[in-house]
């Protein structure tokens, strides 16, 4: 089984800033690609970040040039460091992964928990 444990959301004033990580472990034979979700109340699960292996990157448009999103392949982890937060970016932040339990397997998703990130003063 693969597990994601997610870390560091919590209350920040508009402005301020606040870094994600997550961590994978289990039966892992690689990673494609690794990335944050979030939803917001009433509002669909939408990408914010993704990154491949190679290190392509992606981002939605609303957090362009606020957000960064990094990994570290030897150890199986994603960061999103979220700077100049706004309330709108307020939501339940979900890390994802693709990966294969096995070389021959298929490709799967595979979601943490999630964790609370609100901004408000």
């Known amino acids: 089984q693969v597990q994601l444990v997610e870390s560091g959301g919590g209350l920040v004033q508009p402005g301020g800033s606040l870094r994600l990580s997550c961590a994978a472990s289990?039966?892992?034979?690689?990673?494609?690609?690794m990335g944050w979700y979030r939803q917001a109340p009433e509002k669909q699960r939408e990408l914010v970040a993704r990154?491949?292996?190679?290190?392509?990157?992606n981002y939605a448009d609303s957090v362009k040039g606020r957000f960064t999103i990094s990994r570290d392949n030897a150890k199986n982890t994603v960061d999103l460091q979220m700077n100049s937060l706004k309330p709108e970016d307020t939501a339940v932040y979900y890390c994802?992964?693709?990966?294969?339990?096995?070389?021959?397997?298929?490709?799967?998703?595979?979601w943490g928990q999630g964790t609370q990130v609100t901004v408000s003063s």
């Open positions: 289990g039966s892992i034979a690689s990673i494609y690609a």
């Open positions: 994802n992964i693709a990966a294969r339990e096995k070389i021959w397997s298929r490709w799967d998703d595979y």
């Open positions: 990154i491949t292996s190679g290190g392509s990157t």
